[in-house]
């Protein structure tokens, strides 16, 4: 079970978390003017990188909050949480 | 035709706590409960409402006069817990103190149910279903969060020194997390 | 005699507590302290189980919980009989029954033993190329066949009469092994107040001082030290001892589980203790002392019963004052087994010691055992055992450094201990993902870099001499750098693969894996097949699988396929070691989950009056609720058709507390609801109502209930029951992440307030006494409003709503004044002859008018248009949640499966909800389907069976006659409205 550091309340097991998918990925502000790929693109294309991925995660059983996350899905370790909204960490290293 | 105001059947009966014991598991007396939404700079701005402290740290809670309390278990939300009887003053009292804000108050007084567990054991009978750290260090007096006690969604609170801690859930979880605990703390009771 | 082989004196059995156990129906005596492998072996019981593909016959091989051979089921009572439990580990107890396993019809005449005579054609991945064709067999024939073949155990029948609980903990460090390197690292871990769990699978701590009875710790008896390091660690309140408890799992992020055996080692349960406990730890970081497991030597018939490892033997006489023979031949291509020999002689038995390695690679050894009267045979290899169902004679020979072999001679013996070297428990590290180094000194892999917050310590990394191993558990407890002084320990070994023979290496059974019966044959056979990869040799002769998981025979295989192959060990790699590490019960896992409290059954508050009225429930999610109140003496479609009829009728009572609530507040709370519903929100004025419908973004039907606008800035949203925590969910991930600048909050009141539905053309009448406030009169508070006022003195928002079709009212109060409500409106409404409804009469009052149930009518395929609902959409809005997705062409198509009502030409047909439904029942298999049956039901108010269906382009097929799929047949039925009762909807404003 993964330890998952909270913006709000710090490290806490993942049970009391939900999982949102790929982070970063505004609503369009107009939907009807995207084509129907681009709305495909929207709704169901994700970079599913082997490494550091950006994804969301909400305390759901906590403070309630949504917040993003770097997470490396080959060894699991968190490198970085920040509240929804913020950009995404600068890690360095070029990646 | 007004009848006389009709009688409160909550789920699970009350019981008095016995903290002196190996591990005490009480089901307690209807409260008045508001959940308070405010955004966090109105929080800072103000400091406190209706006597209610509302900018401590995410995760504890502040006593107030006359029995109350105010839990904040996320940037922008906080439990008031008051007796009973005080329901309808504090609703008075904090709307009229966070009048012209954006906030919600919503009465939550019949949705929550608690359980005081008190006793030397009481952190391992807690432990049993519930993954947080409640070390003296780790969940201090006056600590309080949303967490998980089994598969019931609980808040757990400690309100001060004293090892006693308070679980509230909502209503229809109540038999299920009292359940849970009298089996757990069977090993203790008794001992 | 009793206890024939008990040793007079010694051990750390309690002989003031004599108790009784029976194995196989047979009574064995033993003392509190004593394994059930001691006391088998304290009563001259050599023969426990039958191996599991072959059925030849097994002894004991080793003393822990490595142990491949002595699997026994072991009952303690009615409910409490469990199987696979190795004999080795169980603790002997007054009164239980020990039995062996994997034979039939018994024991010592196994039918089974025939697989040993036809082994030559039992082969290494035999299953995979005999049963393959054909393919149906494998399930009816095989499969079932082999199971019952080569089984271990039988589950038992009963419930579990035992209780099991969890436990989270967490701590700075875990030590895992309360051997010396444990002891060391959870002293220097525990010493400056700094939580400390150490846990041990052991009865008691102490690991190798349990049984070392020569050794010093500075200047101390190594026994001291041992009692004096545990009675510092008791002394510690931050130190937690858990004895007789296994880690056996390693997670993420220092994540692990470990099962406690609390109850089994006693004689008598006490109800309220828990049998065993899941431990879930965090641990800051862990310390894995696990120590280090003894490798078996590969010869012919290095199976037979009485065959042990040397340590072992060590054990048996040591700590549990066993004789595991009186004639012991030591089998050794290393050190440590010569301390074995001594304390063998010692405790007054004939020892022999054979070692293959040459007089000059021996060391100290030889001389050390001849000046106690011991013969030594260096320069010898093991060819062979004599015996059949315990060993009788080691069969030996010389063997020069060219590994020729002399000719053989017979060591007569009833006990042999064997030793081929150490191989360091790593299955923890490789659980926590760490990767392994192979080290060639020890010829072992050794934990490399680790992944977590992880130190391993002793002989869990290769470190076998006593001084060092505390030295290094020390160390990994945080412990600034210490020396201790210690008796040194013979280390050492040659490492040998299958040890040199005058055998046709073909012909003879060598075993590397005990546990799953796979000789070195075997292994050669898989490599010269093409498994060269160690993960495919595993697979294809299952070595190192099952419950073993290697512990003994591991690096044998993995050195026979470098051996074969002609490639170092590391070319090879070694084999990923999964969780558990040892079996855990499936009781452990489950813990507390069990009867009520496998899952929350959330009742509503009206539950205990429902009960006491006789209803029968159902199960809607984790809700009970009321489904129909049967009268003495009618059955559930009776019940239904009056609870129906007094709805349409009069009055009917229902309790609708499980809807979600959603109270929605702030000055944007209107914009908000309008960018989640399909409908327009903006306009509706506080006071009234209005049912929305919301879509996910792919533009599918998520929910529907009734929204009220208490005022300008406070709505009451209701969802379906089932979408009360996904609908709230998903609205504050909106609120949150896509449109924080709405001035918006989101409380869950669905258990705040209760719901107490009031329907027929009565329901005014019943009201209206027990309400103040309110103008009930029909032009003032007409169909789709909500009003503040009392009921019965207290706070209610009363809703004129309906799901049925009929005047109604739904009463919200809080949650623990539902009761009093509901019985002044059920004392009130006896001269109406109110009727209380459940779950069923209202799934049909709803389907007769036509009203959709989200789930049922829907499967997160469906729009609001192939529900009949696309009127609903505001196409003025710009956009709302799912809006984009209505426009692909997809969702534009005309063949669509579309809502209808399907009526069957028989009309006392209920249709079978799901049924398919088709155009032709002729038609070629396989059939074009059409759609389905979404609900179907007997309607007393229409006077026959009605149905909803989704229907590819139903809405063009009114009047056509389809085909359903029923337990027979097909039936055809008619496509029709699906509207079956008062088509235009007057009966709501009664
Ligand atoms: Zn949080």
Same mark, same amino acid.
């Given at each position: 079970?993964?330890?998952?550091?909270?913006?709000?309340?710090?490290?806490?097991? &993942?049970?009391?978390?939900?999982?949102?998918? &790929?982070?970063?990925?505004?609503?369009?502000?107009?939907?009807?003017?995207?084509?129907?790929?681009?709305?495909? &693109?929207?709704?169901?294309?994700?970079?599913?990188?082997?490494?550091?991925?950006? &994804?969301?995660?909400?305390?759901?059983?906590?403070?309630?909050?949504?917040?993003?996350?770097?997470?490396?899905?080959?060894?699991?370790?968190?490198?970085?949480?920040?509240?929804?909204?913020?950009?995404?960490?600068?890690?360095?290293?070029?990646? | 035709?007004?009848?006389?105001?009709?009688?409160?059947?909550?789920?699970?009966?009350?019981?008095?706590?016995?903290?002196?014991?190996?591990?005490?598991?009480?089901?307690?007396?209807?409260?008045?409960?508001?959940?308070?939404?405010?955004?966090?700079?109105?929080?800072?701005?103000?400091?406190?409402?209706?006597?209610?402290?509302?900018?401590?740290?995410?995760?504890?809670?502040?006593?107030?006069?006359?029995?109350?309390?105010?839990?904040?278990?996320?940037?922008?939300?906080?439990?008031?817990?008051?007796?009973?009887?005080?329901?309808?003053?504090?609703?008075?009292?904090?709307?009229?103190?966070?009048?012209?804000?954006?906030?919600?108050?919503?009465?939550?007084?019949?949705?929550?149910?608690?359980?005081?567990?008190?006793?030397?054991?009481?952190?391992?009978?807690?432990?049993?279903?519930?993954?947080?750290?409640?070390?003296?260090?780790?969940?201090?007096?006056?600590?309080?969060?949303?967490?998980?006690?089994?598969?019931?969604?609980?808040?757990?609170?400690?309100?001060?020194?004293?090892?006693?801690?308070?679980?509230?859930?909502?209503?229809?979880?109540?038999?299920?997390?009292?359940?849970?605990?009298?089996?757990?703390?069977?090993?203790?009771?008794?001992? | 005699?009793?206890?024939?082989?008990?040793?007079?004196?010694?051990?750390?059995?309690?002989?003031?507590?004599?108790?009784?156990?029976?194995?196989?129906?047979?009574?064995?005596?033993?003392?509190?302290?004593?394994?059930?492998?001691?006391?088998?072996?304290?009563?001259?019981?050599?023969?426990?189980?039958?191996?599991?593909?072959?059925?030849?016959?097994?002894?004991?091989?080793?003393?822990?919980?490595?142990?491949?051979?002595?699997?026994?089921?072991?009952?303690?009572?009615?409910?409490?009989?469990?199987?696979?439990?190795?004999?080795?580990?169980?603790?002997?107890?007054?009164?239980?029954?020990?039995?062996?396993?994997?034979?039939?019809?018994?024991?010592?005449?196994?039918?089974?033993?025939?697989?040993?005579?036809?082994?030559?054609?039992?082969?290494?991945?035999?299953?995979?190329?005999?049963?393959?064709?054909?393919?149906?067999?494998?399930?009816?024939?095989?499969?079932?066949?082999?199971?019952?073949?080569?089984?271990?155990?039988?589950?038992?029948?009963?419930?579990?009469?035992?209780?099991?609980?969890?436990?989270?903990?967490?701590?700075?460090?875990?030590?895992?092994?309360?051997?010396?390197?444990?002891?060391?690292?959870?002293?220097?871990?525990?010493?400056?107040?700094?939580?400390?769990?150490?846990?041990?699978?052991?009865?008691?701590?102490?690991?190798?001082?349990?049984?070392?009875?020569?050794?010093?710790?500075?200047?101390?008896?190594?026994?001291?030290?041992?009692?004096?390091?545990?009675?510092?660690?008791?002394?510690?309140?931050?130190?937690?001892?858990?004895?007789?408890?296994?880690?056996?799992?390693?997670?993420?992020?220092?994540?692990?589980?470990?099962?406690?055996?609390?109850?089994?080692?006693?004689?008598?349960?006490?109800?309220?203790?828990?049998?065993?406990?899941?431990?879930?730890?965090?641990?800051?970081?862990?310390?894995?002392?696990?120590?280090?497991?003894?490798?078996?030597?590969?010869?012919?018939?290095?199976?037979?019963?009485?065959?042990?490892?040397?340590?072992?033997?060590?054990?048996?006489?040591?700590?549990?004052?066993?004789?595991?023979?009186?004639?012991?031949?030591?089998?050794?291509?290393?050190?440590?087994?010569?301390?074995?020999?001594?304390?063998?002689?010692?405790?007054?038995?004939?020892?022999?010691?054979?070692?293959?390695?040459?007089?000059?690679?021996?060391?100290?050894?030889?001389?050390?055992?001849?000046?106690?009267?011991?013969?030594?045979?260096?320069?010898?290899?093991?060819?062979?055992?004599?015996?059949?169902?315990?060993?009788?004679?080691?069969?030996?020979?010389?063997?020069?450094?060219?590994?020729?072999?002399?000719?053989?001679?017979?060591?007569?013996?009833?006990?042999?201990?064997?030793?081929?070297?150490?191989?360091?428990?790593?299955?923890?590290?490789?659980?926590?993902?760490?990767?392994?180094?192979?080290?060639?000194?020890?010829?072992?892999?050794?934990?490399?870099?680790?992944?977590?917050?992880?130190?391993?310590?002793?002989?869990?990394?290769?470190?076998?001499?006593?001084?060092?191993?505390?030295?290094?558990?020390?160390?990994?407890?945080?412990?600034?750098?210490?020396?201790?002084?210690?008796?040194?320990?013979?280390?050492?070994?040659?490492? #040998?693969?299958?040890?040199?023979?005058?055998?046709?290496?073909?012909?003879?059974?060598?075993?590397?894996?005990?546990?799953?019966?796979?000789?070195?044959?075997?292994?050669?056979?898989?490599?010269?097949?093409?498994?060269?990869?160690?993960?495919?040799?595993?697979?294809?002769?299952?070595?190192?699988?099952?419950?073993?998981?290697?512990?003994?025979?591991?690096?044998?295989?993995?050195?026979?396929?470098?051996?074969?192959?002609?490639?170092? #060990?590391?070319? #090879?790699?070694?084999?990923?070691?999964?969780?558990?590490?040892?079996?855990? %019960?499936?009781?452990?896992?489950?813990?507390?989950?069990?009867?009520?409290?496998?899952?929350?059954?959330?009742?509503?508050?009206?539950?205990?009056?429902?009960?006491?009225?006789?209803?029968?429930?159902?199960?809607?999610?984790?809700?009970?609720?009321?489904?129909?109140?049967?009268?003495?003496?009618?059955?559930?479609?009776?019940?239904?058709?009056?609870?129906?009829?007094?709805?349409?009728? +009069?009055?009917?009572?229902?309790?609708?507390?499980?809807?979600?609530?959603?109270?929605?507040?702030?000055?944007?709370?209107?914009?908000?609801?309008?960018?989640?519903?399909?409908?327009?929100?903006?306009?509706?004025?506080?006071?009234?109502?209005?049912?929305?419908?919301?879509?996910?973004?792919?533009?599918?039907?998520?929910?529907?209930?009734?929204?009220?606008?208490?005022?300008?800035?406070?709505?009451?949203?209701?969802?379906?029951?089932?979408?009360?925590?996904?609908?709230?969910?998903?609205?504050?991930?909106?609120?949150?992440?896509?449109?924080?600048?709405?001035?918006?909050?989101?409380?869950?009141?669905?258990?705040?307030?209760?719901?107490?539905?009031?329907?027929?053309?009565?329901?005014?009448?019943?009201?209206?006494?027990?309400?103040?406030?309110?103008?009930?009169?029909?032009?003032?508070?007409?169909?789709?409003?909500?009003?503040?006022?009392?009921?019965?003195?207290?706070?209610?928002?009363?809703?004129?709503?309906?799901?049925?079709?009929?005047?109604?009212?739904?009463?919200?109060?809080?949650?623990?004044?539902?009761?009093?409500?509901?019985?002044?409106?059920?004392?009130?409404?006896?001269?109406?002859?109110?009727?209380?409804?459940?779950?069923?009469?209202?799934?049909?009052?709803?389907?007769?008018?036509?009203?959709?149930?989200?789930?049922?009518?829907?499967?997160?395929?469906?729009?609001?248009?192939?529900?009949?609902?696309?009127?609903?959409?505001?196409?003025?809005?710009?956009?709302? #949640?799912?809006?984009?997705?209505?426009?692909?062409?997809?969702?534009?198509?005309?063949?669509?499966?579309?809502?209808?009502?399907?009526?069957?030409?028989?009309?006392?047909?209920?249709?079978?909800?799901?049924?398919?439904?088709?155009?032709?029942?002729?038609?070629?298999?396989?059939?074009?389907?059409?759609?389905?049956?979404?609900?179907?039901?007997? +309607?007393?108010?229409?006077?026959?069976?009605?149905?909803?269906?989704?229907?590819?382009?139903?809405?063009?097929?009114?009047?056509? %006659?389809?085909?359903?799929?029923?337990?027979?047949?097909?039936?055809?039925?008619?496509?029709?409205?699906?509207?079956?009762?008062?088509?235009?909807?007057?009966?709501?404003?009664?």
């Amino acid at each position: 079970m993964l330890l998952v550091t909270c913006p709000h309340c710090g490290a806490r097991p &993942e049970i009391e978390f939900r999982y949102g998918g &790929e982070a970063h990925i505004a609503r369009p502000a107009d939907p009807s003017a995207l084509d129907d790929r681009q709305w495909a &693109e929207f709704l169901y294309f994700r970079s599913n990188p082997k490494g550091v991925y950006a &994804e969301r995660w909400n305390h759901a059983h906590g403070c309630g909050r949504w917040f993003n996350a770097l997470r490396d899905t080959a060894s699991d370790a968190f490198l970085a949480t920040y509240p929804a909204g913020q950009q995404r960490p600068d890690l360095g290293g070029g990646r | 035709m007004a009848e006389q105001a009709a009688r409160r059947t909550p789920i699970l009966a009350p019981s008095a706590a016995r903290p002196e014991a190996a591990i005490s598991i009480a089901p307690m007396v209807p409260a008045a409960r508001f959940a308070l939404r405010l955004p966090e700079a109105a929080a800072k701005a103000i400091g406190s409402a209706a006597g209610f402290r509302l900018d401590m740290a995410i995760n504890r809670s502040a006593a107030a006069r006359d029995g109350r309390l105010a839990a904040r278990l996320g940037p922008d939300e906080w439990l008031l817990h008051g007796p009973e009887t005080a329901s309808e003053a504090i609703a008075r009292d904090v709307e009229a103190a966070l009048a012209g804000r954006h906030f919600a108050l919503v009465d939550i007084g019949h949705r929550n149910v608690a359980i005081a567990v008190a006793g030397a054991h009481a952190r391992a009978v807690i432990n049993g279903g519930c993954p947080l750290d409640l070390d003296d260090d780790a969940f201090p007096p006056g600590s309080a969060t949303r967490t998980l006690l089994g598969k019931a969604e609980i808040v757990l609170l400690r309100p001060d020194e004293a090892p006693v801690f308070r679980i509230e859930c909502w209503r229809s979880f109540a038999p299920y997390v009292l359940g849970l605990l009298e089996e757990v703390g069977r090993e203790f009771a008794g001992a | 005699m009793a206890q024939p082989c008990r040793l007079p004196a010694g051990g750390r059995i309690d002989r003031a507590k004599p108790l009784r156990l029976r194995f196989n129906g047979r009574d064995i005596e033993a003392y509190a302290g004593d394994s059930v492998a001691a006391a088998l072996l304290a009563n001259g019981v050599r023969l426990v189980g039958r191996s599991f593909k072959y059925h030849r016959p097994r002894g004991i091989l080793s003393h822990g919980s490595d142990e491949p051979n002595a699997l026994l089921q072991v009952d303690r009572g009615p409910g409490r009989i469990d199987p696979n439990n190795r004999a080795t580990v169980v603790e002997a107890a007054d009164g239980i029954a020990v039995s062996s396993q994997n034979h039939w019809p018994s024991l010592e005449h196994d039918l089974g033993a025939v697989n040993d005579l036809l082994s030559p054609v039992l082969p290494a991945g035999f299953y995979y190329k005999t049963f393959m064709w054909p393919q149906s067999f494998w399930q009816r024939v095989y499969e079932p066949k082999i199971r019952a073949a080569a089984g271990l155990g039988v589950a038992p029948h009963e419930a579990d009469a035992d209780r099991y609980v969890h436990r989270h903990a967490h701590c700075a460090v875990l030590v895992v092994g309360g051997g010396p390197a444990g002891l060391a690292a959870a002293l220097a871990a525990s010493d400056d107040g700094a939580r400390v769990i150490l846990a041990d699978e052991q009865p008691e701590f102490g690991g190798t001082l349990l049984h070392d009875l020569h050794a010093t710790i500075d200047g101390a008896p190594a026994g001291d030290w041992r009692a004096q390091a545990l009675a510092t660690l008791a002394a510690r309140a931050n130190v937690t001892l858990l004895p007789r408890t296994t880690a056996f799992g390693y997670y993420n992020h220092n994540h692990i589980a470990l099962v406690e055996r609390v109850g089994d080692h006693r004689a008598r349960q006490d109800d309220r203790r828990p049998r065993e406990r899941l431990w879930q730890v965090r641990a800051r970081q862990v310390v894995l002392a696990t120590g280090a497991h003894e490798r078996p030597l590969v010869f012919a018939d290095n199976d037979r019963p009485g065959i042990m490892l040397a340590e072992s033997v060590r054990v048996f006489i040591n700590r549990y004052a066993v004789a595991p023979g009186r004639r012991i031949v030591f089998a050794t291509s290393g050190a440590s087994a010569y301390a074995a020999a001594a304390d063998a002689k010692a405790a007054g038995l004939d020892v022999t010691l054979v070692d293959i390695r040459a007089e000059a690679e021996c060391g100290p050894g030889p001389a050390m055992l001849r000046a106690r009267g011991i013969d030594v045979l260096p320069a010898h290899t093991i060819v062979g055992s004599t015996g059949r169902k315990a060993v009788t004679g080691l069969i030996v020979a010389p063997v020069d450094a060219n590994g020729i072999v002399g000719p053989r001679r017979t060591l007569a013996c009833d006990g042999v201990g064997m030793s081929g070297g150490w191989t360091p428990a790593v299955h923890l590290f490789s659980q926590s993902r760490g990767k392994l180094r192979y080290d060639d000194a020890i010829d072992a892999f050794v934990p490399g870099t680790p992944a977590q917050a992880e130190r391993s310590a002793g002989a869990a990394r290769g470190i076998y001499d006593l001084a060092a191993c505390l030295a290094d558990g020390w160390a990994a407890g945080g412990g600034a750098a210490r020396d201790f002084a210690a008796t040194p320990s013979p280390t050492g070994f040659r490492p #040998v693969r299958a040890l040199p023979t005058d055998a046709d290496a073909k012909r003879v059974k060598a075993f590397v894996d005990f546990q799953n019966d796979v000789t070195a044959k075997d292994i050669a056979l898989a490599v010269r097949e093409g498994f060269e990869s160690v993960e495919h040799v595993k697979r294809y002769t299952t070595t190192g699988m099952a419950t073993d998981q290697g512990k003994t025979s591991n690096m044998a295989a993995l050195g026979l396929v470098a051996e074969i192959l002609d490639r170092p #060990v590391p070319q #090879v790699g070694t084999t990923t070691f999964r969780p558990p590490y040892t079996p855990v %019960t499936f009781g452990t896992i489950v813990g507390s989950a069990r009867g009520a409290l496998f899952d929350p059954i959330r009742v509503a508050p009206l539950h205990d009056w429902a009960a006491a009225h006789g209803a029968r429930f159902e199960n809607v999610g984790l809700w009970r609720r009321a489904w129909h109140f049967p009268r003495p003496g009618e059955d559930m479609h009776a019940a239904v058709r009056r609870e129906c009829r007094a709805v349409r009728e +009069s009055v009917g009572i229902f309790d609708a507390s499980t809807l979600g609530k959603i109270e929605v507040v702030g000055r944007d709370a209107a914009e908000f609801l309008h960018r989640i519903y399909i409908n327009a929100w903006l306009k509706l004025e506080p006071g009234r109502c209005r049912y929305g419908v919301m879509l996910k973004e792919d533009g599918f039907i998520f929910d529907d209930g009734v929204v009220a606008r208490m005022a300008p800035d406070r709505f009451h949203v209701t969802t379906t029951t089932g979408g009360a925590a996904r609908v709230l969910a998903h609205m504050e991930d909106y609120l949150q992440t896509e449109w924080p600048d709405l001035e918006v909050f989101l409380t869950s009141v669905s258990e705040q307030w209760a719901v107490i539905a009031l329907q027929g053309p009565r329901a005014r009448d019943v009201l209206a006494p027990l309400v103040e406030g309110i103008d009930l009169a029909a032009a003032s508070f007409p169909h789709m409003a909500v009003r503040t006022g009392t009921i019965c003195g207290v706070p209610t928002r009363l809703f004129r709503v309906s799901f049925t079709g009929e005047l109604g009212y739904e009463i919200n109060v809080p949650a623990d004044y539902a009761r009093a409500v509901w019985e002044a409106l059920w004392a009130r409404g006896q001269e109406f002859g109110i009727t209380p409804y459940g779950t069923e009469a209202m799934h049909v009052l709803r389907a007769e008018r036509g009203f959709i149930i989200v789930g049922q009518e829907t499967d997160g395929t469906v729009t609001p248009d192939d529900v009949g609902l696309g009127g609903m959409i505001a196409r003025a809005k710009a956009d709302f #949640v799912g809006k984009r997705s209505l426009a692909r062409p997809d969702m534009l198509k005309p063949d669509r499966k579309q809502l209808v009502g399907l009526l069957a030409d028989a009309p006392d047909l209920v249709l079978e909800e799901g049924a398919q439904i088709v155009a032709d029942p002729h038609q070629p298999i396989p059939m074009t389907m059409l759609g389905h049956v979404t609900s179907s039901y007997w +309607s007393d108010a229409c006077g026959r069976a009605i149905a909803l269906a989704l229907v590819s382009g139903g809405r063009a097929r009114m009047g056509q %006659t389809l085909h359903v799929t029923t337990p027979t047949g097909f039936a055809p039925a008619r496509v029709a409205a699906p509207v079956f009762f008062d088509p235009k909807g007057e009966r709501v404003h009664g």
